[in-house]
């Protein structure tokens, strides 16, 4: 059975930073994406960033380009979003997801594993 279990969310100031935890487990991830997606109350399930399992190639979404920094140990299959200057309009519930890599990373439906997220709420 496998298992994306996400920690590290939190209440943080507006510029402020998080870090966020992704434990994978269950399968074996040799040629997979693991995938950062947020969803604020009311809106759609959004890219954030995205990275091979292998570690070589990243992606994210220009909204947070430098500053946000995706990771990943491999040994531990467990991925991590660092989030630096944080914005209120960035509250919502952080969810880690894997798929098989294809190339892309931003699409929803090329994921086949979730996890159950965590909030992030940015005060103002």
């Known amino acids: 059975q496998v298992r994306l279990v996400e920690s590290g969310g939190g209440l943080v100031q507006a510029g402020g930073s998080l870090r966020l935890s992704c434990a994978a487990s269950g399968r074996t991830f040799d040629n997979y994406v693991m995938g950062w997606f947020r969803q604020a109350p009311g809106k759609e399930r959004d890219f954030v960033a995205g990275?091979?399992?292998?570690?070589?190639?990243?992606y994210y979404a220009d909204s947070v380009k430098g500053r946000f920094t995706i990771a990943i140990d491999n040994a531990k299959n467990t991925g991590y979003l660092q989030m630096n200057s944080l914005k209120p309009e960035e509250t919502a519930v952080y969810y880690c997801a894997a798929g098989p890599h294809t190339g892309y990373f931003t699409f929803k439906t090329l994921y086949d594993y979730w996890g159950q997220g965590t909030q992030v709420t940015v005060s103002s």
């Open positions: 990275i091979r399992w292998s570690g070589d190639n990243t």
